[in-house]
């Protein structure tokens, strides 16, 4: 049994793993994905990062094998973090199509794979990866409540949700939801512009739940970013005018506050008063490292910064 905490706002950022664990097909790991999985732990505990967060679909399950594999080369550093990881997808196959499968007897499946894989008797914080249309909410929080109870997993999130969902799922659980991991960053900007498109032709085309913010906050769920860095586009591989005039911009900020463009990037979402919590998933250590201001420092962006890095990124004024 582990001491590290169930709540997933312990750490600024979080490392995502889904780059570890090699190639995105079934044929085994090696050695060598075991050590690029190790650098990639090192450099995310020297920037400061304690929070780890996986999926049972990751490089097919690889990326929580070569995990477990680094905790065990690493004896008490299991003590020292906070494992996450989510199920609800399903990989397509030559038999079956790719699908959600959030089924109580599903659930529990999957984490006991997780468990195995990743060495270890208790998963800290287990997410819903994606909304399951013919799931039974009530199936699915006795199969929560269980996993619960048995000292399974601490605590439970969600990922890709809105707040009707939550909430609905939320009304059959004792246990609160602590989390909600939705893409959100300077270039996947739908989470922050729903709420100021409102009465505009630009709303129908937005498409993010509205009020999930508000209600997230409300009820005490950390928001989570996933592809917080944006795939690099603001970072190195800039391909519009936009891009290319926000990277200039993060790399001015970044001189001027003493940091790395990566971690301004980071700031600009760990400003918004949700403060949300990032998940950088690169394997790079450089890259990783590069981030570490963001998990070490407040965000350090005035409110007219915040508005300069977010209309340069859309290209075109705010309504």
Not at 105 to 121: F, G, Q, Y
Not at 177 to 199: I, P, T
Not at 223 to 235: D, K, V, Y
Not at 277 to 292: D, F, H, K, Q, T
Request: net charge negative.
């Amino acid at each position: 049994m582990t001491n590290a905490s169930t709540n997933p706002g312990a750490d600024r950022v979080l490392y995502g793993c889904m780059g570890l664990g090699g190639s995105w097909d079934p044929d085994p790991y090696g050695p060598a994905d075991i050590d690029t999985a190790e650098a990639a732990v090192v450099a995310a505990l020297d920037a400061g990062i304690t929070t780890f967060d996986h999926a049972d679909i990751y490089r097919h399950g690889k990326a929580e094998a070569v995990f477990g594999e680094v905790l065990v080369r690493t004896p008490g550093l299991r003590e020292r973090i906070t494992l996450q990881t989510k199920c609800g997808i399903r990989l397509g196959d030559k038999d079956r199509p790719g699908m959600y499968d959030l089924r109580g007897e599903s659930i529990a499946r999957r984490v006991e794979e997780s468990l195995t894989r990743l060495r270890t008797d208790v998963i800290d914080v287990l997410l819903l990866h994606r909304p399951d249309p013919l799931a039974d909410v009530d199936e699915m929080a006795a199969a929560l409540t269980s996993l619960h109870r048995q000292g399974l997993v601490r605590g439970f999130g969600v990922s890709n949700m809105g707040a009707a969902q939550i909430a609905h799922l939320q009304a059959r659980l004792d246990v609160p939801l602590v989390a909600n991991q939705l893409e959100m960053s300077l270039h996947s900007r739908a989470w922050v512009e729903a709420g100021v498109l409102l009465n505009t032709p630009e709303s129908a085309r937005n498409g993010f739940p509205f009020g999930t913010l508000e209600h997230c906050r409300d009820h005490g769920i950390r928001l989570q970013a996933w592809g917080a860095l944006a795939q690099g586009r603001f970072t190195g591989l800039e391909e519009t005018p936009a891009e290319r005039a926000t990277a200039a911009l993060l790399a001015e900020l970044a001189r001027k506050k003493d940091t790395t463009p990566e971690s301004v990037l980071l700031w600009w979402l760990m400003r918004h008063p949700a403060a949300v919590a990032p998940v950088i998933g690169s394997a790079r250590p450089e890259r990783i490292r590069a981030c570490a201001d963001a998990a070490l420092r407040e965000p350090e962006l005035t409110h007219e910064e915040w508005y300069e890095l977010w209309i340069t990124a859309r290209g075109v004024p705010l309504p």
